[in-house]
């Protein structure tokens, strides 16, 4: 039995070798071969399964990845939609019309412009003036530069040697990419209606310095016509309001008027 326990067969010839040898006696091959391939095997099954379970993690990693991003994306989508400036037209806009003829043969057609819609616009129009006929007899344009959302101004066509004008026929173009900011509701205003004109008071309450702001005064009767009007500009020596700043100017009517109405234009930097 002792003797037995001190040998073995070899795994590949069959022959009988001592139990402690590494190589075969006879065929020269090494022995304990079984051992080995049982660890590669087990290695090999470690490996499989932590690759496939890497593998289940990467696809959890991403997968939360990929759902991060379709956040991301969602939101940028969202915010650019909010950005996105919207077409306008005629319906989204305010329009009073007054027509004047002043005392040397020339006829303001003023328009009033309330724009009632959410985009900062700016407008150019280009008008036809008819007599009772019918007949074109005068031509002009006219621009606001910017008018921003929620804000009245005010844009003139101005026909130079035209009076006898019965209608104007125009046409606005509207731009919802302006070159400038709007100003004019950043303009607190305290005005005083005198018997011959009016005085106002303008303080620039934005951060930004209110460019080129003008005022108009239009001047009425007792039956609502035009009797006169008057335009200045409200702006220090560099042609701005400052931030802040307040700067008076005066409107003369140079005669008696029932009521005025008073409208500012102005833009600032953007």
């Known amino acids: 039995m002792n003797e037995k326990s001190e040998t073995k067969l070899c795994k590949y010839c069959q022959t009988e070798i001592p139990a402690k040898a590494k190589i075969c006696p006879n065929c020269k091959k090494k022995q304990g071969g079984a051992t080995k391939w ?8 470690i490996l499989l399964i932590a690759t496939f379970g890497g593998n289940g993690e990467n696809n959890d990693a991403v997968a939360d990845s990929t759902e991060q991003n379709k956040k991301v994306s969602s939101i940028s989508t969202v915010d650019n939609k909010e950005a996105t400036r919207e077409e306008v037209s005629d319906s989204d806009f ?15 057609d003023f328009l009033i412009v309330t724009n009632n819609s959410n985009t900062n616009v700016a407008i150019s129009g280009n008008a036809i003036a008819k007599d009772s006929s019918g007949n074109s007899i005068g031509a002009a344009d006219m621009s606001i530069d910017v008018l921003g959302a929620g804000e009245t101004s005010i844009g003139v066509f101005y026909f130079d040697s035209v009076s006898g004008i019965d209608k104007v026929d125009y046409t606005l173009d509207y731009d919802e990419n302006p070159y400038y900011k709007p100003v004019v509701n950043d303009l607190s205003v305290e005005q005083t209606f005198n018997d011959e004109n009016v005085t106002v008071s303008v303080t620039n309450n934005s951060e930004n310095p209110a460019l080129f702001v003008s005022v108009y005064a239009i001047f009425f009767d007792s039956n609502n016509n035009v009797v006169n009007y008057n335009s200045t500009y409200i702006t220090d020596s560099d042609n701005e309001i400052k931030p802040g700043k307040t700067i008076s100017g005066q409107l003369d009517c140079y005669g008696k008027y029932d009521y005025a109405e008073v409208y500012f234009t102005g833009r600032a930097d953007k």
């Open 38 to 45: 049982f660890v590669a095997v087990v290695i090999v099954i």
């Open 94 to 108: 305010l329009v009073k019309e007054y027509l004047y003829e002043n005392t040397i043969g020339d006829t303001l």
